[in-house]
């Protein structure tokens, strides 16, 4: 029997300090959504760049590479983040290419 979905995702909270270098560039074999609760930031996901601040969502695709590439330095970043179900090879975490292999970006997902 297959879980509902919302069983099978994460979800967690966030601060990034207002000094913060980049977070990491990188992609999951998930679907992945920040909501930001405070701050603001410059991200890049799915080889665009957005400016966020409270109450935006940053939706990723699976496969799709995003960052956190600058914080307002006034205000504390702070976010949730939630991750649908795995899909593909099914791996978590971070993935980084190439020591993970190369990201395969679902383009029905932008």
Known sequence: MK???WKQSRCTRWNHRAYCAR???HF?????????LNGRATVSSEDKIYN???GDCVATGRGWQHDI??????TEFRAIWL???LEGQRRTGHLREPL????????DRV
């Not at 590439?69 to 006034?74: S, V």
């Not at 993970?100 to 383009?107: I, M, Y």
């Open 69 to 74: 590439l600058r914080c307002d330095p006034a």
């Open 3 to 5: 879980c509902p979905f």
């Open 52 to 54: 966020v601040g409270p």
């Open 83 to 85: 991750e649908t179900e």
């Open 28 to 36: 999951h074999d998930c679907d992945e959504f920040w909501i930001v």
């Open 100 to 107: 993970d292999g190369p990201c395969s970006p679902c383009l």
């Open 23 to 25: 977070l990491d560039r």
